[in-house]
């Protein structure tokens, strides 16, 4: 994968008892590349199952939910899914 999530664009929005929403500016990135598992990975410390991800991308925006962080190849690969 050759695009990743900029620590530095991710803003929190609001936190609340364990629950933080995000903002994430995805600069080059499309909403497809920023739903690809592992685009997250390197803000798995940073990241909770169950916050929100609001992103601004190229071709618009979406609210994602961090649907899993799991122990991948001595990290943590982090997954999201489109919030409906």
């Known amino acids: ?14 936190y609340a008892q ?6 994430y500016k995805a600069g080059a990135a499309s909403l497809t590349d920023t739903m690809a598992v592992g ?4 803000a798995s ?11 601004s991308a190229t071709d618009g925006g979406r609210m994602l ?4 962080i799991d122990a991948a190849q001595g990290g943590r690969r982090v997954s999201v899914a489109s919030f409906s």
């Open 45 to 55: 410390d940073m990241l909770a199952v169950g916050d929100m991800v609001l992103v």
């Open 1 to 14: 994968m050759s695009l990743r999530v900029t620590i530095r664009s991710m803003s929190v929005l609001a």
């Open 65 to 68: 939910i961090v649907s899993a």
């Open 39 to 42: 685009f997250f990975d390197t």
């Open 18 to 23: 364990g629950f933080t929403l995000w903002h």
